[in-house]
Nanobody
Framework: QVQLVESGGGLVQAGGSLRLSCAAS????????MGWFRQAPGKERDFVAA???????NYANSVKGRFTISRDNAKSTVYLQMNSLKPEDTAVYYC?????????????????WGQGTQVTVSS
């Protein structure tokens, strides 16, 4: 199984930036599609961004132009650089993994999840 540990969350003012990291266990990290999701209290867990093993990337429309997903296979880590943060970005952010090459945008398509890291954007 894959274990995922997120870090980098915190409190930031609107317009600021944060970089989230997700460290994955296992030597097969490079074969996994990695995704970021977020969930605010009482709301659905929503897709944010995903990156496949070949580097293909997909973003939710709400974060295009502001967030950047990347991966470092040598470090078995995926990152989410978040710029121009808005209060509506406030949520618990989760890292997810699924073996395969295709991009995945649905929560049920991922079978490994991190514990989540809180991101709070003040107005």
């Amino acid at each position: 199984q894959v274990q995922l540990v997120e870090s980098g969350g915190g409190l930031v003012q609107a317009g600021g930036s944060l970089r989230l990291s997700c460290a994955a266990s296992g030597r097969t990290f490079s074969t996994y599609t990695m995704g970021w999701f977020r969930q605010a209290p009482g709301k659905e867990r929503d897709f944010v961004a995903a990156i496949s093993r070949d580097g293909s990337i997909n973003y939710a429309n709400s974060v295009k132009g502001r967030f950047t997903i990347s991966r470092d296979n040598a470090k078995s880590t995926v990152y989410l650089q978040m710029n121009s943060l808005k209060p509506e970005d406030t949520a618990v952010y989760y890292c997810a993994a699924r073996n395969g090459a295709m991009l995945l945008t649905r929560t049920f398509e991922y079978n490994y999840w991190g514990q989540g890291t809180q991101v709070t954007v003040s107005s």
